[in-house]
């Protein structure tokens, strides 16, 4: 029974990271723009939040300079894309290259460093109800505040005028520019508004998952994320399911080894990016699906004619 609740409690935790970044690309991708950047933004954000947290105590600092250091470097991916017409994949590529090198780099110096002790945020009570207690309501507070933003997140989306405007511009740029709005200046700050999210996800990884910094601690986790969003079909909910279950896949290789099964560690290892391999296969088999819930406008620039 422990073990169970072992399983779906860490299978939330480690939904979260994912759920946080997707969510991020998300928002990009609903107003028109591929980010392939989100593996460097997390690392470097990771960094920027375990640094300040070793400096100051404090773990919502730390959140705060993730989610600043998230959204400066996608600021500047959507300065080169958006206003100056650069590839967008290509500079989101480069862009992860650059985190992972200038997170190596600045971080040697935080390999060794501790952070201060940890919070129990057990809920009174709550925490006490068998197998679900342990699993549910003993999460820290970004693993709900994760799913207010996916539920803050559909309501944006559909129900504002905000929302309205931003998926208009995923769909057609020149339709939106036409009223009146400005295209890129919505574009820049729906950018940065992922970047912060995967930000968030960067600082949260090394400040509460794991706590700790070491080089390349992401692991792959954006590029996940990335994989996430096609397959949510670009909507919030499926987006923290899929998050669950890639994270449970994640968390399974553990659970595995715990209770015996003797399968080699590297095949454990392997098993989230199976499961992204597989999951890209069979969505790739029905193409008018996706194309069907993607923005029309989705990795194509906007130059607009005045």
């Keep these: 029974m422990e073990t169970y609740a072992l399983l ?4 939330l935790a480690a939904g979260t990271v994912l759920a946080l970044a997707a969510l991020g690309l998300l928002i990009n991708e609903r107003a028109g723009v591929v980010n392939l950047g989100a593996e460097g933004m997390m690392l470097c954000s990771a960094l920027a939040g375990y640094a300040a947290v070793v400096a100051t105590g404090q773990d919502w600092l730390g959140f ?3 989610m600043a250091s ?3 470097l996608a600021m500047a991916f959507g300065l080169l894309v958006i206003w100056l017409n650069a590839n967008s994949y290509a500079t989101g590529l480069a862009l992860s290259l650059f985190g992972a090198g200038f997170s190596a780099f600045i971080g040697t110096g935080y390999v060794q460093a501790i952070l201060p002790p940890r919070v129990n945020y057990a809920i009174p009570y709550l925490s006490d109800i068998p197998l679900l207690g342990s699993a549910l309501f003993k999460q820290h507070p970004l693993v709900y ?3 207010a933003l996916v539920l803050g997140l559909m309501y944006f989306l559909y129900k504002t005028r905000a929302g309205l405007v931003l998926r208009a511009i995923g769909e057609s740029p020149e339709s939106a520019h036409a009223l009146g709005y400005n295209v890129r200046r919505i574009r820049l700050l729906a950018v940065m508004a992922g970047g912060a999210l995967c930000g968030l996800a960067g600082a949260y990884l090394s400040v509460v998952y794991t706590p700790l910094w070491v080089e390349g601690m992401v692991a792959g986790k954006g590029w996940i994320a990335l ?3 096609t397959f949510a079909t670009w909507r919030p909910a499926r987006v923290l399911l899929g998050a669950y279950l890639f994270g449970g896949v994640t968390m399974l290789q553990f659970h595995l080894q715990g209770v015996g099964v003797q399968v080699p560690v590297e095949v454990l290892n392997m098993l989230p990016y199976i499961a992204t391999i597989v ?12 194309r069907a819930n993607m923005p029309a406008s989705l990795g194509k620039p906007f130059h607009p004619n005045t």
Excluded at 8 to 11: A, E, K, R, V
Excluded at 279 to 290: A, F, K, M, Q, T
């Design 64 to 66: 705060v300079a993730g």
């Design 227 to 229: 994989a996430l969003t």
């Design 279 to 290: 999951v890209l296969v069979l969505i790739s088999r029905r193409p008018d699906w996706i």
């Design 70 to 72: 998230g959204a400066l």
């Design 145 to 147: 505040i994760a799913i």
């Design 8 to 11: 779906i409690g860490s299978t």
